[in-house]
């Protein structure tokens, strides 16, 4: 997963007036949890705006003025509710031996013959709450909607990986494909879907295709 690096320095003060003061000169008041202890720090607004203002998922390197270095994820960021500044910020630290819990954005991918009929592509889940050790956590999820014709879904499943877990039930819907009223159906692709599913046992599959008998005009 890349990584963006934020320089922040030492917090001597963690008080409301040494905050409101950080603040007015445009230094964010943050705090990083997760070590031994926590470690307050402030650092210029500006360089968070790679890391909020992004559907992209990374994790960052603080680097702080007398030297130390971590690495973090980002946990919780606060906005003032008027002008959306960016207020505070939480972090909490990485360990290469302890895996973390991530939102990991979802990346649509392949071309639907659902979509080309006239189906409408509904996204269901935008990020998927991902827990892996550090090195293995993904840049994103990648849902592939080839197979997906009007009615089809795509579960969870479908996304899942050797080296990360996905943090959702089995029937999680990610992507369908609604029935749109200009729809066309594809009769002759259902029975051959019919024919080749016959006797299966039930489960909740990866992609999964209602049958459509008519489109309501």
């Known amino acids: 997963m890349k990584s963006i690096t934020i320089n922040g320095s030492q917090r001597e003060s963690v008080g409301k007036k040494a905050t409101k003061a950080l603040r007015n000169a445009g230094q964010v008041p943050c705090v990083l949890y997760g070590g031994d202890q926590n470690v307050h720090f402030s650092a210029p607004e500006l360089a968070f705006s790679k890391l909020v203002y992004t559907p992209n998922a990374h ?15 980002l946990q919780d960021i606060q906005f003032h509710p008027v002008t959306d500044r960016i207020l505070h910020v939480d972090f909490y630290r990485l360990f290469e031996d302890k895996e973390i819990a991530m939102d990991i954005p979802v990346h649509v991918i392949g071309t639907s013959r659902g979509v080309l009929n ?13 827990k892996a050790l550090p090195k293995n ?3 994103f999820l990648e849902a592939d909607i080839t197979p997906l014709k009007i009615g ?19 029937n999680t819907v990610v992507v369908q494909i609604k029935t749109a009223r200009t729809a066309i159906i594809d009769d002759e692709d259902d029975e051959d879907e019919d024919d080749a599913t016959a ?6 599959p990866s992609t999964e295709t209602d049958d459509v008998a008519a489109v309501k005009e």
């Open 152 to 170: 089809g879904k795509l579960y969870v499943t479908a996304l899942e990986g050797e080296n990360y877990e996905l943090l959702h039930s089995d």
């Open 199 to 204: 006797g299966e046992d039930g489960g909740v």
């Open 118 to 130: 006239g189906g409408i592509l509904r996204k269901n889940r935008r990020k998927l709450r991902v």
């Open 59 to 73: 994790t960052v390197v603080i680097a702080i003025e007398n030297g130390e270095t971590y690495d973090a994820v």
């Open 137 to 139: 956590l993904p840049d």
